[in-house]
T-cell receptor, first 111, second 116 residues
Framework: QKEVEQNSGPLSVPEGAIASLNCTYS??????FFWYRQYSGKSPELIMF????GDKEDGRFTAQLNKASQYVSLLIRDSQPSDSATYLC???????????FGTGTLLAVQP | GAVVSQHPSRVICKSGTSVKIECRSL??????MFWYRQFPKKSLMLMAT?????????EQGVEKDKFLINHASLTLSTLTVTSAHPEDSSFYIC????????????FGPGTRLTVL
């Protein structure tokens, strides 16, 4: 089982819709959870981090964490074509400060 | 902000030569810097973790004699790919762990290495 799993996509949504990106992780001791956006040929850009169960909102983005289910998600409201990118879920495990990345979900927002 | 730079952004070299990549945190001091490699359509793979003034910690399967890491100061880490071969061609990305910011890593723009 991979440590951090994401559906590779592509996830295609129309402009203005809500995009829902999901991630599961295997280390139950994980404490910190991150969402990064990566455009083709560029390095990852931090969008949000979340440490506690529940929702965390920042503008059009909402991260949701459920530690009991070992599940973290990212919702993007009012999706724009400029949101089209690969979204990487990353987790810091219980024992180290290493970021473990999922393989990413490719999001395509259709104009 | 939390800006991390890398230099060069792109390098092409001949097989057998060595290439040095610099990673700098421009507006903060980095407790720790990390080096990742990313192959096309793959996720980031951590190569090594470096702390200022101490030896880097390499991930399993990463040759420390081939990928030399020097973390000279709280704002600079370098990765040298020695005796590069075509299979070393990849996107190399560094990140810096901002001092006092716990787990948040800020990524540099990456270096595209092509070995001919």
């Amino acid at each position: 089982q991979k440590e951090v799993e994401q559906n590779s996509g592509p996830l295609s949504v129309p402009e203005g819709a809500i995009a829902s990106l999901n991630c599961t992780y295997s280390d139950r001791g994980s404490q910190s959870f991150f969402w990064y956006r990566q455009y083709s040929g560029k390095s990852p850009e931090l969008i949000m981090f979340i440490y506690s169960n529940g929702d965390k909102e920042d503008g059009r983005f909402t991260a949701q964490l459920n530690k009991a289910s070992q599940y973290v998600s990212l919702l993007i409201r009012d999706s724009q074509p400029s949101d089209s990118a690969t979204y990487l879920c990353a987790v810091i495990g219980g024992a180290t400060n290493k970021l473990i990345f999922g393989t990413g979900t490719l999001l395509a927002v259709q104009p | 902000g939390a800006v991390v730079s890398q230099h060069p952004s792109r390098v092409i070299c001949k097989s057998g030569t060595s290439v040095k990549i610099e990673c700098r945190s421009l507006d903060f001091q980095a407790t720790t810097m990390f080096w990742y490699r990313q192959f096309p359509k793959k996720s980031l793979m951590l190569m090594a973790t470096s702390n200022e003034g101490s030896k880097a910690t390499y991930e399993q399967g990463v040759e420390k004699d081939k990928f030399l890491i020097n973390h000279a100061s709280l704002t600079l880490s370098t990765l040298t790919v020695t005796s590069a071969h075509p299979e070393d061609s990849s996107f190399y990305i560094c990140s810096a762990d901002r001092q006092g910011s716990a787990d948040t890593q800020y990524f540099g723009p990456g270096t595209r290495l092509t070995v001919l």
